[in-house]
T-cell receptor
């Protein structure tokens, strides 16, 4: 149990376009989901905390207008990278909380050309 | 501020030997700690956790030790196998009630055949 999926697993886009990444908890309801960003050979950096039905809470230094987060249901949160640029290329990982535990998705590799 | 760090960025061990991965944390108010394993191109995978009211917890082939006096956390892997090769992260839950996790910088474990 406690499976989290992400879609797509890999995406390549042109600079200036927007990309949407989905995070789903498949077998449980998650009131809170988290979005992380990970650069090569680096640790996970929390971007924002997403609560169902309310606005996301962004970490310091993360642009909320650039990284739009929507948490419309207890099983789905989406991250939209708007007007993507090459520096947005990264590995984006979501997690969904079930009580105190967080279960992580497999990640989405974003490459912006 | 809150921070979690690791002493060794890379650890190389012989197959069959025991591995010890260390982590230091700075927030004495943290009450929950987790070890994650991350294979290349994948999301973090839960290994074992421990609450601050415990000193030791054992799982299958893994043991986590918590020393609150020196704010040190370690992961011991018994009889290390090639499949254990990955990057290992410790994480601590922040002192607020948001269930946010603060990740350490990671240790790469290489298992020599």
């Amino acid at each position: 149990g406690a499976v989290v999926s992400q879609h797509p697993s890999r995406v390549i886009c042109k600079s200036g376009t927007s990309v949407k990444i989905e995070c789903r908890s498949l077998d449980f309801q998650a009131t809170t989901m988290f979005w992380y960003r990970q650069f090569p050979k680096k640790s996970l950096m929390l971007m924002a905390t997403s609560n169902e039905g309310s606005k996301a809470t962004y970490e310091q230094g993360v642009e909320k207008d650039k990284f739009l987060i929507n948490h419309a249901s207890l099983t789905l949160s989406t991250l939209t990278v708007t007007s993507a640029h090459p520096e947005d290329s990264s590995f984006y990982i979501c997690s969904a909380s079930l009580g105190v535990e967080q279960f992580f998705g497999p990640g989405t590799r974003l490459t912006v050309l | 501020g809150e921070s979690v760090g690791l002493h060794l960025p890379t650890l190389s061990v012989q197959e069959g030997d025991n591995s010890i991965i260390n982590c230091a944390y700075s927030n004495s108010a943290s009450d929950y700690f987790i070890w994650y394993k991350q294979e290349s191109g994948k999301g973090p995978q839960f290994i074992i956790d421990i609450r601050s009211n415990m000193d030791k917890r054992q799982g299958q082939r893994v043991t986590v030790l918590l020393n609150k006096t020196v704010k040190h956390l370690s992961l011991q892997i018994a009889a290390t196998q090639p499949g254990d090769s990955a990057v290992y992260f410790c994480a601590e839950r922040g002192e607020d009630s948001s269930y946010k996790l603060i990740f350490g910088s990671g240790t790469r474990l290489l298992v020599r055949p």
